[in-house]
């Protein structure tokens, strides 16, 4: 039986101050236990569902910690929480969601479902038009489903001071050459920080968040059918290097990848 999607329209903003209109969210479905489980500004107690969730940040972030590991949903990151999962969340600022349940099993592990900006606008285009939403991500958890555990797609971003600039540099561009010394001398700090702010904030040493971006824009690019050197200079790697690194994040070789999106 097809569910209905579970959106926060826009009369349901975020708060000044950075607080949430948590009523729109408020678990009062019997599909969701314990049916008097606490949510507010700060985040959702620990909770389950009967049905496969997604759930998307269209502004702000939160920290959704599932069966005991951390995932991170921004505006380049959604995640699918299987059903019976226990989860809870902590909302960051201005944190608006955008949850759906699927109309089929999503899995039972979860799954970090990395965002374009093409597919940002199709969900949120998506808030408008439930139909349209429930194909969208139905689709995105499909392919995120057929692809292997060890898939790196769904990087956190960290954020901080000095972490937020180099993280959004390398996400705009993957092939950027500068070292961790140019950002330290770029942003008036040093290695050392920019080091611990990765590790404390993504759980990841700079070297593995890095691989991880340049991955995941190696797959989509790969998957519009580009060849394999091209891919790798795009994405700052060699195409022995980019090679190497599928098959160490994801155990197959890039047609097996492209294939199984």
């Not at 299987?82 to 201005?94: C, E, K, V």
């Not at 979860?110 to 900006?117: D, Q, T």
């Not at 937020?164 to 996400?171: C, D, H, S, W, Y």
């Not at 904030?201 to 060849?227: C, H, I």
Request: include cysteine; hydrophobic fraction near 40%.
């Amino acid at each position: 039986m097809q569910r209905s999607t579970s959106l926060l329209r826009p009369e349901h903003p975020p708060l000044a101050g950075g607080e949430f209109d948590c009523p729109a969210i408020e678990p009062t479905s019997a599909d969701t236990y314990p049916e008097d489980g606490r949510v507010g500004a700060w985040g959702h107690d620990a909770h389950w569902h009967t049905y496969d969730q997604f759930l998307y940040a269209a502004t702000g972030w939160a920290i959704l910690a599932v069966d005991g590991e951390d995932h991170r949903i921004d505006r380049g990151s959604a995640l699918v929480i299987p059903a019976g999962a226990w989860h809870s969340a902590r909302f960051g600022p201005g944190f608006t969601p955008v949850s759906a349940a699927l109309t089929a099993p999503g899995g039972r592990r979860a799954l970090p479902i990395p965002v374009s900006g093409e597919v940002r606008l199709r969900i949120l285009d998506g808030r408008w038009d439930d139909a349209a939403l429930q194909r969208t991500v139905d689709e995105l958890a499909a392919r995120a489903a057929r692809l292997p555990a060890g898939d790196p797609g769904g990087v956190v971003v960290p954020a901080g001071p000095v972490s937020g600039p180099v993280a959004a540099r390398l996400q705009a561009d993957p092939a950027d050459a500068r070292t961790l010394e140019d950002f330290a001398a770029e942003l008036h700090t040093s290695v050392v920080t920019i080091r611990r702010a990765f590790l404390e904030e993504t759980g990841l040493t700079y070297s593995q968040w890095r691989t991880r971006v340049r991955l995941r824009a190696a797959v989509d690019l790969l998957g519009q059918g580009r060849p394999v050197g091209r891919v790798a200079a795009q994405v700052g790697l060699s195409p022995n290097g980019l090679l190497a690194a599928i098959r160490k994040h994801y155990g197959c070789a890039p047609s097996d990848l492209v294939a199984a999106r």
